[in-house]
C-alpha cells in the first residue's frame, strides 16, 4: 500500500490555465514576528505579497508573554549571551547560527525602538536603574528567566511583549511602499517547477483558488503546538508551512525538537493559558500538592533551570503525587507589584477567582515551541532553491536541542531581516514564468470511507500528548506512527475545499514526523526524553535528524 504522506503533491485541485494568477518579486508566509520582519525588508528590494490564513494580528507572536534576549546590560555581553544559548543547547546549537543572533540582536533591539516599541523603563515598579540588583546602562528594565545567567530579557506592558512586538511590526508594514498584505489567503501548497519554488498555490474565501508566483518564497508560517492536546499555542499554529514544505521536497531537522513550557495554568475544563517564565523570574516558587518547594531536587538553578528540566520535574512530582498538577507560589511577592509587572496574568487569575496574594496558582507544562523545523542555512535558504525558511517553521540551529527563554522573538527578528536580505540579493537570480506554467492538479476521487474530521485531530492531540510528550517510549512511538499512518490512509487520499481539511491533513503530517524523528533519535538530549535511554547525552556533541520526501518515500538521515 503506497504511504499517501509521502506521495501526494498537492492537497488540492487546480489548472494554471483556468485559476487566478498574482505575481510578486517576494512572496512572504506568515506575519508573526519573523514574517512581518523579512516582508520590511524584503520590501526595500522589491515587491512584496505578505499572506496570512487569518487576520494579521492573530499570530502567535501576538500570544508571547516572556520578552526578548538581548545582551545590552553593563554586566553582560554578547559572548555571554551565546554561552548560555550554546549551554541550554544541549550540545545540538549551530555555533555560526547562534554568534550571529547575539551579535545581530542589540541592532534589531535598537531599530524596534527607533520603530516605536515601548519596552518597560526601569524606574517605577521596576526598580532604579542604579540598583545593585540590575545594573544597566539602559534605561529599560532587563530581567532574568530560566537559563540566563544575566539579566538580559526586555518586556513590553510586564507580560504583553507579543503584542507590543506584533502592533509595532504591523504598524511598520502598513507604512512601508511595496507590501501587499492579503488576509485570510490559506496557504495550500507551494509550487515547484523542475525542483524550483516559484510560488505557492492558496485559497481566499472570497477569490478562490489562486496560484501566486514569486522570485522568491519566505516561508515564516509559525509553529505546530496544534497537534497535542495540551498546549499555548492558539488555534492558528497547525504547522501547515511544514507540511507544505516537505510536501515540495524540502529537508526538515529535529521535528522530535517540541519545547514544553513547564508553566500552564491548570482550570479542568478550561483551555490552557500561558503563565509566563518571567513570574518565577521574579521569584515565584514551585511547590507540590503537599506545599514543598521541589526544584532544588533536580537542578542547581532551582525554578530558573532550563525548562526541560522543569518540565520533567513538574511531571515527576505529579506521578508521585497522583495530582493533576503543582502549583506557583507568588504569595511572598507584593500583590500590587506582582499586578503591575504581569497585568494579563494578575486577571486571568481573578477571572478563575485566583487571588494571588492568598491562592496557590495550579500549573503543569504544555507544547509550546517546535525548535526543529525546515532546516535552512544562515542565509535562510532551503534545500529548495527559491525557497527561504525563518522563524519558528524554520531550524535554524540558534536552539539545538532545548531553546533558551525569550530567544525566539530575537531569533524571529535577526532571520527574519536576513531572509528580506536574502530574497532581495537573489532576486536578479530568478526569474517569475514570463507566461503561467502548464501546471494542473488533479487527485482521483477516493472511494474510502470517510472520518469524522472533528474526531481525528481530537484523538491526534491525544495520543501526541501520551505518546510522543515530554517522555517517550520506542514501543508507543512505533504505535504512534502505525495510528497516524492509518488514519492518513483515510484523510490524505481525500480532497477537500476547506481550511480545517487541509488543516487536518497538515496535522498528520507533521505527527508523523514528530514521531519518526522521536525513534530515531535514540538518546535523551535536551527537550528529548527516551525513557529506554535516560542517561543525558548533552556533554557530547549531537547529530541533527533529517527528514525528506524523496522519490516518493520518507528519506531519514543524520548531520553533524
Known amino acids: 500500500m503506497a504511504n499517501?504522506?509521502?506521495?501526494?503533491?498537492?492537497?488540492?485541485?487546480?489548472?494554471?490555465?483556468?485559476?487566478?494568477?498574482?505575481?510578486?518579486?517576494?512572496?512572504?508566509?506568515?506575519?508573526?514576528?519573523?514574517?512581518?520582519?523579512?516582508?520590511?525588508?524584503?520590501?526595500?528590494?522589491?515587491?512584496?505579497?505578505?499572506?496570512?490564513?487569518?487576520?494579521?494580528?492573530?499570530?502567535?507572536?501576538?500570544?508571547?508573554?516572556?520578552?526578548?534576549?538581548?545582551?545590552?546590560?553593563?554586566?553582560?555581553?554578547?559572548?555571554?549571551?551565546?554561552?548560555?544559548?550554546?549551554?541550554?543547547?544541549?550540545?545540538?546549537?549551530?555555533?555560526?547560527?547562534?554568534?550571529?543572533?547575539?551579535?545581530?540582536?542589540?541592532?534589531?533591539?535598537?531599530?524596534?525602538?527607533?520603530?516605536?516599541?515601548?519596552?518597560?523603563?526601569?524606574?517605577?515598579?521596576?526598580?532604579?536603574?542604579?540598583?545593585?540588583?540590575?545594573?544597566?546602562?539602559?534605561?529599560?528594565?532587563?530581567?532574568?528567566?530560566?537559563?540566563?545567567?544575566?539579566?538580559?530579557?526586555?518586556?513590553?506592558?510586564?507580560?504583553?511583549?507579543?503584542?507590543?512586538?506584533?502592533?509595532?511590526?504591523?504598524?511598520?508594514?502598513?507604512?512601508?511602499?511595496?507590501?501587499?498584505?492579503?488576509?485570510?489567503?490559506?496557504?495550500?501548497?507551494?509550487?515547484?517547477?523542475?525542483?524550483?519554488?516559484?510560488?505557492?498555490?492558496?485559497?481566499h474565501p472570497k477569490y478562490g483558488h489562486q496560484l501566486i508566483w514569486a522570485r522568491q518564497t519566505i516561508l515564516a508560517s509559525g509553529g505546530c503546538g496544534q497537534v497535542y492536546r495540551e498546549t499555548t499555542n492558539p488555534p492558528v499554529a497547525t504547522g501547515d508551512g511544514m507540511a507544505v514544505a516537505f510536501r515540495a521536497g524540502a529537508e526538515l531537522a529535529d521535528m522530535e525538537m517540541m519545547q514544553f513550557h513547564p508553566t500552564t495554568l491548570y482550570v479542568a475544563g478550561s483551555s490552557r493559558a500561558l503563565i509566563s517564565e518571567a513570574v518565577r523570574g521574579e521569584g515565584a516558587w514551585l511547590v507540590n500538592r503537599a506545599g514543598e518547594r521541589f526544584m532544588q531536587e533536580y537542578h542547581p538553578d532551582a525554578e530558573l533551570a532550563p525548562r526541560d528540566v522543569v518540565s520533567r520535574a513538574i511531571v515527576d512530582q505529579m506521578a508521585r503525587s497522583g495530582a493533576t498538577s503543582v502549583f506557583l507560589d507568588v504569595r511572598h511577592i507584593p500583590k500590587k507589584h506582582f499586578e503591575q509587572r504581569f497585568p494579563y496574568i494578575s486577571r486571568l487569575c481573578r477571572d478563575f477567582d485566583i487571588d494571588v496574594a492568598r491562592d496557590l496558582i495550579p500549573v503543569r507544562p504544555s507544547a509550546h515551541y517546535m525548535i526543529g523545523g525546515v532546516l535552512a542555512e544562515l542565509d535562510t535558504s532551503t534545500s529548495v532553491p527559491g525557497l527561504l525558511a525563518c522563524g519558528e517553521a524554520a531550524c535554524s540551529g540558534v536552539h539545538g536541542a532545548n531553546r533558551l527563554a525569550s530567544n525566539s522573538l530575537l531569533e524571529g527578528l535577526v532571520f527574519g531581516t536576513i531572509a528580506g536580505q536574502t530574497a532581495g540579493a537573489r532576486l536578479g537570480d530568478a526569474e517569475i514564468p514570463r507566461l503561467p506554467a502548464r501546471l494542473r492538479s488533479e487527485n482521483p476521487k477516493s472511494s474510502r470511507t470517510e472520518l469524522d474530521l472533528v474526531d481525528i485531530r481530537n484523538s491526534l492531540r491525544s495520543l501526541m500528548w501520551r505518546n510522543v510528550g515530554i517522555e517517550r517510549h520506542p514501543d508507543r512511538l512505533t504505535?504512534?506512527?502505525?495510528?497516524?499512518?492509518?488514519?492518513?490512509?483515510?484523510?490524505?487520499?481525500?480532497?477537500?475545499?476547506?481550511?480545517?481539511?487541509?488543516?487536518?491533513?497538515?496535522?498528520?503530517?507533521?505527527?508523523?514526523?514528530?514521531?519518526?524523528?522521536?525513534?530515531?533519535?535514540?538518546?535523551s538530549r535536551g527537550v528529548h526524553f527516551r525513557r529506554d535511554f535516560p542517561e543525558d547525552a548533552s556533554g557530547v556533541p549531537g547529530t541533527h535528524t533529517v527528514l525528506q520526501r524523496a522519490r516518493e518515500a520518507l528519506r531519514v538521515a543524520t548531520a553533524p
Open 479 to 523: 504505535e504512534t506512527r502505525e495510528i497516524i499512518e492509518f488514519w492518513g490512509h483515510y484523510v490524505l487520499d481525500k480532497t477537500f475545499d476547506d481550511a480545517f481539511g487541509w488543516e487536518t491533513q497538515n496535522l498528520l503530517t507533521v505527527a508523523r514526523l514528530i514521531a519518526t524523528g522521536a525513534a530515531e533519535r535514540r538518546e
Open 4 to 203: 499517501l504522506f509521502d506521495t501526494r503533491r498537492y492537497l488540492t485541485d487546480f489548472d494554471a490555465a483556468r485559476t487566478g494568477h498574482l505575481l510578486t518579486d517576494v512572496l512572504v508566509i506568515g506575519t508573526g514576528v519573523a514574517g512581518a520582519r523579512a516582508a520590511i525588508e524584503a520590501a526595500q528590494f522589491g515587491d512584496v505579497i505578505l499572506i496570512t490564513k487569518a487576520v494579521a494580528e492573530e499570530s502567535v507572536t501576538r500570544y508571547a508573554q516572556g520578552g526578548i534576549a538581548s545582551a545590552m546590560a553593563e554586566d553582560d555581553s554578547v559572548e555571554q549571551h551565546r554561552d548560555d544559548t550554546l549551554r541550554v543547547g544541549a550540545g545540538l546549537s549551530r555555533r555560526a547560527a547562534v554568534d550571529l543572533l547575539v551579535r545581530e540582536g542589540p541592532r534589531r533591539i535598537a531599530e524596534l525602538i527607533e520603530w516605536g516599541i515601548h519596552f518597560d523603563m526601569s524606574a517605577g515598579a521596576h526598580g532604579d536603574p542604579s540598583s545593585p540588583r540590575r545594573p544597566t546602562a539602559v534605561p529599560y528594565a532587563l530581567t532574568r528567566e530560566g537559563g540566563h545567567t544575566a539579566n538580559r530579557i526586555l518586556h513590553s506592558q510586564g507580560d504583553a511583549t507579543g503584542r507590543e512586538l506584533a502592533e509595532t511590526l504591523l504598524r511598520k508594514v502598513r507604512a512601508t511602499p511595496g507590501i501587499r498584505i492579503f488576509e485570510r489567503c490559506f496557504l495550500i501548497d507551494l509550487i515547484t517547477l523542475e525542483g524550483r519554488c516559484v510560488g505557492a498555490v492558496t485559497y
